[in-house]
């Protein structure tokens, strides 16, 4: 496995010195390259895309194309979790149809890599990637961070904890979505840094100041409308609901290094031994496409040198919480507690 | 006119939608058989079956008129329904027809279980056949799309890419909602409610709260509340569809929003 990747490196090291797109990786600035630096991609290469942003991604996957007229691209798109299980269930079946495996929810590529079907990505590929979202497996693509929105004619910002734990003992009402799986990747990064028992202690604090909502739209709204005073969500949907209603009653508030602001992320797998789909990678993470996600989709980049979304605060003014983003595959255990809390 | 090219239209879609989700859907009569495949070499066998219902159902009646309920096992008349071929092969293509077959035999089947006026079950009777015809008119138009090649093969399914396909396939669920309300089989229409919203509405939300802040409050009501009350509740069949149209409009208005969003988006490179 080790000469594996050591043969892998030698391979890399040397397509880089050979291309003039790769000597950008070897200043010591890691910014987003520009789409003008990379190799066109040719051949074929079958993408397995779980469900995203609308059609955002199909945007940047036709800008893709059109860039690179070699390129024969195919993508099966499914629900995020339907495709991992897909892919592990192929390799057991010593089938293998995907190139790479692009992925809206972290947790989904934790069952890819733990099933041994993730391929390493050259060290110069993953850092380009911000601090703390380097993984030698997959490579995130844009993240989302979770937000308190609050309703400022009801709250002031001081009222706020910047603790997610003290939530439970303060005296505010609360719109939140058990059944959203953000929520529940939420709820196991809190298991994972706060251990079971304080977390079932702090659902059932606030199940009783909760009200339950299908979805972390409705929580956003019901908070704007004043129905309760704070919620629990992504930060996209308030920035969203700010773009179309300006004077929308909504603010943002962030806890301090918990899970109250663990910034997830979106990722992509590279399944086969495949230039090409590494380079297709790199197309993900330009400037132009992170630029493009942050604007378009309000994702947050993950690469250096690429502005946040409008309304969001710098990541580097932001205290997630140290954690690999693969352990939020753990979800049984979430949604047993869950259960058994009465909260789903 | 004008209504009647619009439906004529919604069936064409429909129809085009329809196998293309087949054999991966969860079917409430088992397995869906390779008939489907090679519509138009059965048409004769479903035209068979077609006649064959018809008759089997006035037999019920008729039993009904002479001996009043007490002579009638009304079950039967799911029993027919349910071993013929062509049940599958409307399913299938196109589910809004489908759903008023199940209208129309379960109006026949209640009739008759309430001992209502031979008047009343005849007039449940006609609706059920005039669905039954319309029915076999789709399966036909749906033969000749398969045969130019202009389905999808069942089996093939491929997650909508689009906002606009989204929205399509959104439509196309909630077609099947009806469907399996008429075929009172409520959890089931629920589920479908519940994986469309979090599967697919929920991913155009975020684009659509930038367009039409109220149109998502109002789409986010009825797939969470309103329509499951209904569901749950057993509401009659036409209340469920009124329900379900006034979605899809909804449903045609954020498509329109969406596409005009995405003229203005900006390109990628």
Known sequence: MHRRSFIQGIAAASFLTA????????????MALSVEQLPSLTGELT?????GEGGLYEKVLDAIRDRNPDLDLRVRRGATAALANTLVAEARAGVRRADLFWAVDSGAIGLVTANGLAKSLPPELTSQLKAGFQYPQWAPVTGRIRTLPYNPQRIAASAIPDSIMALADSQLSIGWAPAYASFQSFVTAMRLLNGEQQTADWLSAMKARSTSYAGELGVVMAVERGEVDLGLANHYYSLRLKAGKPQANIELAFTKNDAGCLV????????????????????????????????????????????MPAGLPGLSSMSPPKLDLTQLADLRPTLDMMRDVGVL | MQRIYKTSQRMVAGIAMGLAVASTSVYANGPIGEHVHQLQQHIPH???????????????????????????QSDVL??????????????????????????????????????????QVRQQQRLFETSLWQA???????????????????????????????????????????????????????????????????????????????LVEGLEKDFNVTLPVALKEQADITIIRQIVTQMQTKLNQAQGLLNKAEKSTRDVF
């Not at chain 2, 019920?60 to 002579?71: E, M």
């Not at chain 2, 329904?81 to 199940?102: K, M, N, Q, R």
């Not at chain 2, 089931?188 to 709260?209: C, K, M, R, W």
Request: glycine share 6%; charged share 20%; proline share 2%.
């Open chain 2, 78 to 119: 799911i029993d027919y329904w349910e071993a013929v071929d062509f049940h599958a092969a409307i399913e299938t293509s196109y589910v809004p027809v489908y759903a008023l077959i199940w209208q129309g035999l379960f109006g026949v089947k209640d009739a008759i279980e309430k001992g209502k006026a031979l008047q």
């Open chain 1, 47 to 51: 993408l397995y895309l779980g469900r």
């Open chain 1, 264 to 307: 997830n992320a979106s990722g992509i797998v590279c399944l086969s031994e495949n230039s090409t789909a590494v380079n297709f990678i790199r197309y993900l993470l330009t400037q132009e496409v992170q630029s493009y996600l942050a604007s378009e989709a309000y994702e947050i980049p993950l690469v250096n040198g690429v502005s």
């Open chain 1, 19 to 30: 291309t003039p797109w790769a000597r950008a990786f070897q200043s010591d600035q890691r």
């Open chain 2, 46 to 72: 479903y035209s068979e079956e077609v006649d064959m219902l018809i008759r089997q159902v006035d037999e019920v009646i008729a039993t009904y008129a002479d001996k009043g309920k007490q002579g009638v």
């Open chain 2, 136 to 214: 076999l008119g789709a399966v036909k138009l749906a033969a000749q799309y398969q045969q130019q090649g202009k389905l999808a093969q069942a089996g093939k399914e491929n997650s909508p890419g689009t906002a606009s396909q989204t929205i399509t396939e959104i439509n196309h669920r909630l077609d099947r909602v009806v469907a399996k309300a008429a075929e009172k089989l409520p959890q089931q229409a629920i589920d479908i409610v519940h994986s469309t919203y979090l599967n697919l509405f929920e991913g155009l939300e975020g684009q659509l709260i930038e367009q039409d802040a109220s």
